[in-house]
């Protein structure tokens, strides 16, 4: 009963006028944050602070957690509209978001990733309130070996990336893991195929290789196939996925949920794995997995509820603990101690009031990003909408900008151009991108850890600790789990 006094005391704090503003403020830069590829929720959050300074603790706080919690839905906006993530954890919704664009059916991916991004999101903010401290000492026992075993995991999900070629999705996966290893070696320093270039000594990238990859890739592609992708825009619908199509979506929506709270727990894992991974967990639960990739709903309400979950997920070890869980809460451990505040266990005991308004706020916040984003989609369907002639130039135009943004440097913008022609010769080829991206992701945790790890011991390390086992047994199943099941089919047609 403690925790619901409190939880009501934090939103008697939030009732009035000036705090639910700035909870509005936030939600729509937020979006904004998320939709502007070149800028991350931790951007966002890092370029909101200096101005948070003369508002009180409160204020300030929910103003960035409103802005954090948002800017992941806002990088779906237009991963689904002009397959251009806006954020990396939106790169999961153009596999299916894009296509239902394809078709004319912008508005249906529209609305089922804001509305499983809103019960994703409350749905993290619960466990937020009602089971941090236990979930904070579980994501403590994590070691080297449990990081690798999860980065394998994710990386067993190219066998929902593959489209039905596993081989070139395995291929693909191998030259993100290649591209990964540019630059300096974790351990030693030493120069890793630069071939003497300065810019690349911290490797490529991230949002540049992205925007390549999805954006640039699909101009080119679109330019070689002009007619047949003219033909297919001009049919856009901007219905939305009715309640009972949703509600028929309820065990994916909260799968989804809890897995993407669960990883967003885990520092350092963070909404894009947690998208992957409960993406994958939503095809091999579907009764239809065979539409996955072609414009399933199931897809993008999976991918949209695992990023919000993660959002409550990553507070907790920043509230309980003073861990960070993401790069965007290792910004707000700054903006906490700016104010006069020390996250972890004495920050519940001596500030409840202000932690409490803090989870208030993150409910109200979800509220308001369903309203905004059911109202902002007539907008995007109308952009949508426009010839493909005006729109490429301006998707180019987008991708430069945000390229330059992340280090101010032009080698970023012809990284990214070469992204893009890698992309468009993968994609001519029907090889999948996403497993590249996949790749460049889990590649550095994968190798830091691994090496960490046999520094602790020797290989058996991964198969005596419990949670690392288990992991790698997953991520067994998960790999092979597509051809058993192909098998089992094929057993039953011929009987």
Same mark, same amino acid.
């Given at each position: 009963?403690?925790?619901?006094t ?8 939030? %009732? ?5 503003l ?5 939600v729509? %830069?937020g ?39 948002a800017?992941n839905y ?7 509209a ?9 790169i ?6 894009y296509?239902?664009t394809k078709q004319?059916?912008p ?15 409350i749905?993290g903010?619960?466990?937020l ?7 904070a000492?579980a ?6 070996p449990?990081y690798? #075993? ?8 190219i ?6 070629n596993y ?12 591209l $990964?290893?540019?630059?300096?070696d974790?351990?030693t ?8 270039m300065?810019?690349?000594?911290d ?11 999805f954006?640039?890739s699909e101009?080119?592609l679109?330019i ?8 297919a825009?001009?049919k856009?619908?901007?219905? %939305? ?12 929506v909260?799968?989804?949920?809890v897995?993407g709270t ?6 350092g894992?963070g909404?894009t794995?947690?998208a ?5 967990e #939503? ?12 414009? #399933?709903?199931?897809g993008v309400?999976a ?9 409550g ?22 903006a ?8 972890g ?6 500030n ?7 989870f ?7 509220f308001? %990003? ?5 109202i ?10 426009a010839?493909?002639?005006?729109? $490429? ?18 080698f ?17 080829? $029907?090889f999948p ?11 550095f ?8 790890a ?7 390390i991964?198969f005596?600790?419990?949670?690392s086992?288990?992991?790698l047994i997953?991520a ?6 597509p ?5 089992i ?7």
């Amino acid at each position: 009963m403690d925790i619901l006094t409190h939880l009501l005391s934090g939103f008697s704090e939030l %009732m009035h006028w000036s705090p639910l503003l700035i909870i509005l403020a936030g939600v729509m %830069m937020g979006i904004l944050v998320g939709v502007l590829p070149g800028l991350s929720p931790a951007m966002g959050v890092a370029l909101l602070v200096p101005f948070s300074y003369g508002m009180s603790p409160l204020n300030a706080m929910i103003l960035l957690v409103a802005l954090y919690s948002a800017a992941n839905y806002g990088g779906t906006i237009t991963a689904i509209a002009i397959n251009t993530p806006g954020t990396p954890s939106a790169i999961v919704s153009t596999f299916d978001g894009y296509p239902l664009t394809k078709q004319g059916q912008p508005g249906r991916a529209l609305g089922a990733s804001v509305m499983a991004s809103t019960v994703g999101g409350i749905l993290g903010a619960l466990v937020l309130v009602f089971f941090s401290a236990p979930l904070a000492k579980a994501a403590l026992s994590f070691g080297p070996p449990e990081y690798f #075993a999860l980065a394998i995991f994710g990386l067993t999900i190219i066998s929902s990336l593959s489209k039905g070629n596993y081989i070139k999705a395995f291929i693909a996966t191998l030259l993100g893991l290649l591209l $990964n290893t540019v630059g300096m070696d974790p351990f030693t320093g030493y120069q890793r195929f630069t071939f003497g270039m300065a810019e690349l000594a911290d490797g490529f990238s991230f949002i540049p290789a992205l925007i390549g990859l999805f954006a640039l890739s699909e101009i080119f592609l679109s330019i070689e196939q002009a007619p047949k992708t003219q033909k297919a825009i001009k049919k856009i619908s901007g219905k %939305m996925p009715s309640l009972t199509e949703m509600f028929s979506m309820k065990r994916i929506v909260l799968q989804s949920s809890v897995l993407g709270t669960l990883i967003g727990v885990v520092p350092g894992a963070g909404a894009t794995i947690a998208a992957f991974i409960a993406y994958n967990e #939503a095809k091999r639960a579907s009764k239809t997995p065979e539409k996955f990739g072609k414009g #399933a709903l199931e897809g993008v309400a999976a991918s949209g509820a695992a990023t919000s979950g993660s959002v409550g997920g990553a507070l907790v070890p920043l509230l309980t603990l003073g861990i960070p869980g993401s790069a965007a809460t290792a910004v707000l451990i700054g903006a906490l101690m700016l104010h006069g505040l020390t996250p972890g266990p004495e920050l519940f005991k001596d500030n409840a009031s202000i932690v409490y308004g803090i989870f208030a706020s993150l409910f109200i916040a979800y509220f308001l %990003m369903l309203f905004l984003g059911i109202i902002g989609n007539k907008i995007w369907i109308k952009i949508i909408s426009a010839p493909r002639a005006l729109l $490429n130039p301006a998707i180019l135009a987008i991708a430069v900008i945000g390229s330059y943004a992340v280090g101010n440097s032009m080698f970023d913008v012809w990284s990214c151009l070469g992204f893009g022609l890698l992309g468009w010769l993968l994609r001519r080829y $029907n090889f999948p991108t996403a497993p590249v991206i996949l790749g460049l992701i889990l590649g550095f945790l994968a190798e830091t850890n691994f090496r960490r790890a046999l520094l602790m011991g020797d290989a058996s390390i991964f198969f005596t600790r419990t949670v690392s086992l288990i992991m790698l047994i997953l991520a067994a199943f998960s790999l092979f789990w597509p051809l058993i099941n192909s098998y089992i089919k094929k057993r039953k047609t011929k009987k």
